[in-house]
């Protein structure tokens, strides 16, 4: 793992630890303000780590001086709480609220990451990547389906219902998505609404929480290409965050260059996220014939069988907009 990005990752679990005790010790302040008898029993629970050691130190009957002093501590903390009710304040105000009730905002659980900090390692990992992507991000109503209007498929079929229907499909992806929806792949020519829906999921997903990665293919396999080759400095692990991200958004399929090392790494991608169970959406201006002729069987295979095929039809609608605004 990247220390750079690991140690960023453990600076927001530990400013979330900070925080939460700074809040606690807040709301002590207020209580012993509002209540005055409060400081004597904080003082006496603050004393009880300094008593155990005594009780250790001097010998004796250890064991039932231990027990006795347990048993006054939880009656000291029964009175608190009791306190603090009569007096118009939740029973645990001053408890520690860590942000994380499995690790209390250390970051690890018996030994291990705790789910917390993996979570902000994918976060500061996938910023720093999509930091380099520059990208609007659109909205499901900035889509118009009045450039749709009037045209016809090669088959005769209504464009605009289809393109009604590809509207409808992206929005109940990305509401109902949970990092294990149905893999997608948007094809059609430029200019048909691809990158537009494309974003708004992304948009739309990331208001969510969850973490998405959205980049040409050459620019993400190119990134791959110069880590995996040493030609360029990187702090982060490109090919580890296209593989983990709740969703990847690949864009533009086909414009990369024809190599056997992004023919392997694609064919990765595409089938260790198949395997994982997370979702893809790959966009492409190939056709079908086109796809065949310029991948192998196993990507081909892949991308037909597993993903839902949402089909793009229409004009230019760049060039529509700069003819007639909607």
């Not at 003082?43 to 250890?62: E, M, R, Y």
């Not at 739309?204 to 190119?222: F, H, K, R, T």
Request: negative net charge; contains cysteine.
């Amino acid at each position: 793992m990247n220390e750079v990005i690991f140690q960023e990752a453990m600076k927001i679990i530990q400013s979330r630890r900070f925080k939460a005790i700074a809040e606690q010790e807040a709301r002590t302040l207020e209580v012993n303000s509002k209540i005055p008898d409060f400081a004597s029993i904080n003082q006496q629970l603050a004393q009880t780590s300094i008593k155990i050691l005594g009780i250790i130190q001097n010998g004796g009957n250890k064991e039932e001086k231990l027990e006795s002093l347990k048993r006054d501590n939880l009656a000291a903390q029964e009175f608190a709480r009791n306190l603090l009710k009569e007096n118009g304040f939740p029973a645990d105000y001053l408890d520690i609220h860590y942000t994380c009730g499995v690790c209390n905002d250390t970051g690890y659980d018996k030994g291990h990451y705790c789910d917390c900090l993996r979570s902000a390692i994918a976060s500061v990992g996938i910023a720093k990547l999509r930091k380099d992507t520059q990208l609007q991000l659109y909205s499901f109503d900035q889509f118009s389906l009045e450039y749709y209007q009037g045209k016809l498929t090669p088959e005769g079929k209504d464009v605009q219902k289809i393109m009604k229907s590809d509207l409808e499909m992206c929005m109940n992806f990305a509401r109902t998505f949970q990092g294990h929806s149905q893999s997608m792949l948007f094809y059609g020519r430029a200019g048909l609404g691809k990158t537009h829906l494309s974003l708004s999921i992304a948009k739309a997903v990331l208001e969510q929480g969850y973490e998405v990665v959205y980049d040409s293919v050459v620019n993400l396999l190119g990134k791959v290409e110069q880590e995996h080759f040493g030609k360029a400095e990187s702090e982060i692990d490109t090919l580890s965050l296209l593989l983990e991200a709740d969703l990847l958004i690949l864009d533009d399929l086909g414009t990369e260059f024809s190599s056997s090392f992004n023919v392997s790494t694609l064919y990765n991608i595409i089938n260790t996220r198949l395997n994982r169970g997370l979702s893809t959406i790959v966009s492409t201006n190939l056709t079908f014939p086109e796809i065949k002729e310029r991948y192998a069987e196993r990507i081909v295979s892949r991308l037909f069988a597993s993903y839902l095929i949402v089909p793009f039809y229409g004009s230019d609608i760049r060039l529509m907009k700069k003819e007639k605004p909607i």
